[in-house]
């Protein structure tokens, strides 16, 4: 026996439930429930970790001047002072809950939101209030509605998991300008690439616009660098030295500094995973449309197709499970009558819908 207690908050903190893997499969199993690179790591990636396998036994830069300097290039940042890199995005939205809020504070996502913001809330002290979404998409009336004098971050992915639905920039603008000033604004842009360098730089743009709002990013989905765990940010300056007191000296490993300057130095290889996106995307969400499972336009790199009920979205999925394809059941976040299946190779993509026309034909 112990009287060694964690603190009462930590007790009330739900862990985040990843996708996972598909246990006894007898074969190759489709992956399509975690939102990941159909193509794998560029290339130039895989080589640059090679070549930085052979110094692992040397600590990283502890500033990652490198790092921040190959993502201010290529995102038009003109200063790479105010960019922290970190292990992943979840660091990210951990270490900005730690720096501003806490118990008797108020975390502010939507509805459907990305699960990491409610499980750093609650790790906090903090409480997590969800604004309500209007056919799957978050609204600024709405959200507004929601702040309150214990406010201290909103957080909201544009285009948003798991629905991949997004606000407009105008509205993300109007968004800003009407928040009160103690709530730091953190839009977090994991999907922002499949939308387009012009929504990218917009959101940049934001950033510089006032000094309330964080442009969170990620190497895990479009980049194909989800194992070595790599995220950024950009913010303002005050923010920024903030963020850099708490971080470790070295959050970020050699192998992921090296594979995550070569990814994002070669544009070509992002517009060819993008490129693959749209097609693929639009295909499966006609073709899911056609087989009578509603599903919304996404800006993302997933899909939402609804399945009538939470029985016959459980039934899909074991369906699938079958067949080794595995897809991410969403009743969650409060969902549970639609699966979110991502966008694959176009073999994968191919024997998902196969396989669902196969359920809806039977069901």
Not at 45 to 72: N, W
Not at 271 to 292: C, V, Y
Request: contains cysteine.
């Amino acid at each position: 026996m112990t009287d060694i207690r964690p603190l009462p908050h930590i007790m009330k903190t739900k862990p985040y439930v990843p996708g996972g893997k598909l246990a006894g499969a007898k074969g190759p199993v489709v992956m399509l429930a975690s939102n990941e690179n159909p193509f794998g790591p560029n290339p130039l990636a895989i080589e640059a970790m090679r070549e930085a396998a052979a110094s692992v036994h040397v600590y990283p830069d502890p500033t990652y001047g490198a790092l921040r300097g190959a993502i201010a290039r290529a995102m038009g940042i003109t200063d790479a002072n105010r960019i922290v890199v970190s292990s992943g995005s979840d660091e990210i939205i951990h270490l900005l809950t730690q720096c501003y809020a806490g118990p008797g504070d108020e975390i502010l996502q939507t509805e459907h939101a990305f699960s990491m913001y409610a499980v750093s809330a609650t790790a906090h002290g903090a409480a997590c209030i969800s604004a309500p979404e209007t056919d799957l998409t978050a609204g600024a009336n709405a959200i507004l509605a929601c702040i309150s004098e214990r406010t201290r971050i909103l957080f909201l992915a544009n285009p948003n998991n798991p629905t991949g639905t997004m606000m407009s920039v105008d509205a993300l603008t109007a968004l800003q300008d009407a928040l009160p000033p103690h709530v730091l604004f953190v839009i977090d842009g994991a999907y922002g690439e499949y939308v387009g360098p012009h929504y990218e730089a917009a959101i940049r743009d934001l950033v510089d616009r006032r000094a309330n709002t964080v442009m969170m990013r990620t190497f895990s989905k479009i980049h194909g660098l989800a194992a070595v765990r790599l995220g950024w940010a950009y913010l303002p300056q005050e923010i920024a030295e903030t963020f850099q007191r708490i971080r470790g000296p070295f959050n970020v490993n050699s192998l992921a500094v090296a594979a995550g300057i070569a990814s994002i130095s070669d544009p070509a290889f992002i517009q060819m995973s993008r490129e693959h996106n749209t097609l693929w995307r639009a295909k499966m969400t006609d073709a899911l449309n056609a087989m009578g499972l509603a599903t919304p336009g996404s800006e993302a790199n997933f899909v939402l197709p609804d399945f009538g009920s939470a029985e016959r979205a459980a039934a899909a999925n074991d369906f699938l499970k079958a067949r080794d394809i595995l897809v991410r059941a969403v009743g969650g976040y409060g969902l549970p009558t639609r699966l979110r299946i991502s966008v694959g190779s176009a073999e994968d993509n191919e024997a998902v819908l196969a396989a669902l026309r196969d359920f809806t034909a039977s069901r």
